[in-house]
């Protein structure tokens, strides 16, 4: 790997390094290692970058630590990896690096519902990002705040968020963070206009949503276009008669599974979409959180029953994943649930 340089210098992370840390990381996601042996291998990655004082290696390694902490719902291990990052990416005079290590703790503490302290973040992360002229940064920052400020009921100030992330994305060389940034905006679009009850907006909204994703074919951003479909078809109670004939041929329906158009229509197959997606990508939070969703749907289609059951479930998860909001929220959904 590099050779070492002296802490003057401004560092940036040396590509072999970058290599060899996303095998561990990619070898994560795709199972083909387990998670202890990918956190030991970044571990004794970083280890090497220190004897080296390899700074921005090492916060390489503590971003992909928090990331893997993050997708499986352990919060504040991943705040104090990011942290440890940012710090380490200071120390090296990367600021691109701190930047968007900043947005990573800003869609952290977003997740722990500490609201004002990730908007914070993301309008540190989006003035710094503008400032050295980062344009993914940008477009990932609005967006996130976008989703922020529809927990928070600001509505209006979340579409204009998610409509300029869309606008930076479109800008964006690489084609992967560019489709992943716009189907993420526009599956808050989607929520949005179902806030404001334009059901057909939403639709359109999630459609165009499920077929970015697909194109990008991540499935952790899959799961998130199945949920929202999932809830958008929820609000609509059938499967347009317009429907693009993409979404019936191959944008909705995994290549292997035989769905008909009436099964198309119903929430629940996107929905379990959305959990074999997040399983596959071991996003046990989102899987918890659809769950949720789920029971949400059932409910408002009077399977009261089954309903209680998926709140009973995520609640059970949550709790496991030390998710204590979510699994209250979900407790008393439950209840509310039996007590119809």
């Not at 929820?234 to 290549?255: I, N, R």
Request: charged share 25%; hydrophobic share 40%; glycine share 6%.
């Amino acid at each position: 790997m590099q050779q070492s340089m002296t802490a003057a210098q401004p560092q940036v992370i040396d590509p072999e390094y970058r290599k060899a840390c996303l095998a561990a990381y990619n070898g994560w996601k795709d199972g083909s290692i387990q998670f202890k042996a990918a956190l030991d291998q970044l571990q004794e990655y970083e280890r090497q970058a220190a004897t080296e004082q390899q700074y921005a290696n090492q916060g390489y390694s503590q971003t992909l630590l928090g990331m893997i902490y993050g997708y499986r719902a352990e919060l504040d291990m991943s705040i104090r990896h990011f942290v440890r990052a940012r710090d380490l990416f200071e120390r090296a005079k990367n600021p691109e690096q701190v930047v968007r290590t900043t947005m990573n703790l800003g869609e952290t503490y977003r997740l722990k519902g500490d609201f004002p302290r990730a908007r914070q973040y993301f309008n540190s992360a989006y003035a710094a990002a503008t400032e050295f002229g980062i344009l993914t940064t940008q477009a990932y920052a609005a967006s996130n705040e976008g989703h922020l400020l529809m927990a928070m009921g600001q509505l209006e100030q979340a579409r204009e968020k998610f409509e300029l992330s869309i606008e930076h994305g479109k800008h964006i060389a690489e084609t992967d963070a560019s489709l992943e940034i716009q189907s993420q905006s526009r599956q808050g679009l989607a929520t949005y206009y179902l806030e404001v009850g334009d059901t057909s907006a939403a639709w359109k909204q999630a459609v165009e949503s499920l077929r970015l994703s697909r194109e990008q074919g991540n499935p952790l951003m899959l799961g998130f276009a199945y949920r929202t479909m999932g809830e958008v078809l929820t609000a609509l109670g059938e499967l347009p008669k317009d429907t693009p004939a993409a979404v019936v041929d191959d944008a909705a329906v995994p290549q292997d599974a035989a769905a008909t158009n009436e099964s198309l229509g119903d929430p629940d197959m996107f929905f379990q979409l959305a959990i074999q997606s997040f399983s596959d990508f071991k996003a046990d939070g989102e899987t918890a959180r659809t769950i949720f969703q789920q029971g949400a749907s059932l409910l408002k289609r009077g399977q009261k029953v089954t309903a209680s059951r998926k709140f009973h479930q995520a609640m059970l998860m949550f709790t496991k994943l030390g998710m204590k909001d979510d699994a209250a929220k979900a407790a008393q959904a439950q209840m509310d649930a039996q007590a119809l």
